[in-house]
Each structure stands twice: as structure tokens, then as C-alpha cells.
């Protein structure tokens, strides 16, 4: 089983769409949860940052954690041309300097 | 906030020839910087681990030979493709870190072999 599950799409929405984004993963010891964006042929760059269960909101993003089932999700309301890019959950289990654990990443295009 | 330079952003070269990528922190002293590999529409896969003034520290079925890693500096490192060949193509991106701070990303270096 891999560690970190992630439908790689690809998802096309209209602009003003509600996207759902989602990751599922097995180890017990990651304590940091991340979405990274990523434009083409860009670096990531992170979007949101939790370390327990529940909601965490930023604007029109959303981040989920439910570490029971263990699966977090990234909502995006209200979606525009510019969200289309791929989004990468990322995992970190806390120890120091430790590397991430990526998920393979959702391309999204949102269309006018 | 916290920024990372990657360069060269793009490089074709020959079929046999080395090639260098360099990654800076610019406003940040980076104790910890890691060497991703991302093929078209798949993950990012940390090929190594690098630590200033310290060997790198390679994932399995890397070959530490071929990918060379030096961080010489807090905030410098640099990754060396020798002998580069076609399947080596690929997008490399290093990451930036100290602790207490997130992760920052470069802006990737697409290598082509020819």
C-alpha cells in the first residue's frame, strides 16, 4: 500500500465551481498536513498548512483533516481560471528537518 | 517570506555530458535542503537529503555517483547530473529548509538529454 493515495485526475470545472480535492494515507506517524500548488513548470508552492483534525480556512480555500480515516481534503469555492494548475497534498511526520511525503498530485483546470 | 532560487530554469545537453543546477536560499540560511525528481504528471520523488558541510544522504536506487550533491554553504547547494543521458531527463526541484520554518520550493530546472 502506497503511503499517500491521490486521484491524479484530470478535473475540469467551470469558473464559480465548488472543487473537492482529496488524499488518503497509511502512516499513522505523519503529524503536518499540506496542500502545495503547482503551476506547470513551476516549483510548489504551499497553499495551506494544519497539524490536527478539522477545518482550517484561508479565503476561498479549505483544508479538512480527519485523521481517523486518515484523508484530508482541500476544498476551493468559488474557482477561478486561475486555480487551474495541479495540487499536491504533502505530509510531514514532525521529526526535525524531516523531508515531505507527496501525494502524485490532482491537475485542475478551471474554465471561464 | 522565505525565497529560493533554482537555476538554470532549463538545459539541453548532450548525451554523455555533465550538468550543473544550483539552488540558493536568498534570505534565509538553509540548514537542510532536499533534491526532488518529478516526471510529467507524477509526484515529486526526493532522490536525496542534503545537510551543510556533510555528505548527502541518498533514497534507495539513487545512484549517489551520478547525482552529485554538495552544500557547501547555508545557502548554497548544488546537484550535478554526470553523464547525463536521455533517461535522466526530467524536472529536478530542491527544496530550502531550517527549523522552525516551512518548506520553500525552487522553480525547478527542466533537463533535457539529447
Known amino acids: 500500500q502506497k503511503e499517500v493515495e491521490q486521484d491524479p485526475g484530470p478535473l475540469s470545472v467551470p469558473e464559480g465551481a465548488i472543487v473537492s480535492l482529496n488524499c488518503t494515507y497509511s502512516n499513522s506517524a505523519f503529524q503536518y498536513f499540506m496542500w502545495y500548488r503547482q503551476y506547470s513548470r513551476k516549483g510548489p508552492e504551499l497553499l495551506m498548512y494544519?497539524?490536527?483534525?478539522g477545518n482550517k480556512e484561508d479565503g476561498r480555500f479549505t483544508a479538512q483533516v480527519d485523521k481517523s480515516s486518515k484523508y484530508i481534503s482541500l476544498f476551493i469555492r468559488d474557482s477561478q481560471p486561475s486555480d487551474s494548475a495541479t495540487y499536491l497534498c504533502?505530509?510531514?511526520?514532525?521529526?526535525?528537518?524531516?523531508?515531505?511525503?507527496f501525494g502524485r498530485g490532482t491537475q485542475l483546470t478551471v474554465w471561464p | 517570506g522565505a525565497v529560493v532560487s533554482q537555476h538554470p530554469s532549463r538545459v539541453i545537453c548532450k548525451s554523455g555530458t555533465s550538468v550543473k543546477i544550483e539552488c540558493r536560499s536568498l534570505d534565509f540560511q538553509a540548514t537542510t535542503m532536499f533534491w526532488y525528481r518529478q516526471f510529467p504528471k507524477q509526484s515529486l520523488m526526493l532522490m536525496a537529503t542534503s545537510n551543510e558541510g556533510s555528505k548527502a544522504t541518498y533514497e534507495q536506487g539513487v545512484e549517489k555517483d551520478k547525482f552529485l550533491i554538495n552544500h557547501a554553504s547555508l545557502t548554497l547547494s548544488t546537484l550535478t547530473v554526470t553523464s547525463a543521458h536521455p533517461e535522466d531527463s526530467s524536472f529536478y526541484i530542491c527544496?530550502?529548509?531550517?527549523?522552525?520554518?516551512?518548506?520553500?520550493f525552487g522553480s525547478g530546472t527542466r533537463l533535457t538529454v539529447v
Open positions: 527544496s530550502a529548509t531550517r527549523e522552525g520554518h516551512g518548506y520553500t
Open positions: 494544519t497539524y490536527s483534525s
Open positions: 504533502a505530509f510531514d511526520r514532525g521529526s526535525t528537518l524531516g523531508r515531505l511525503y
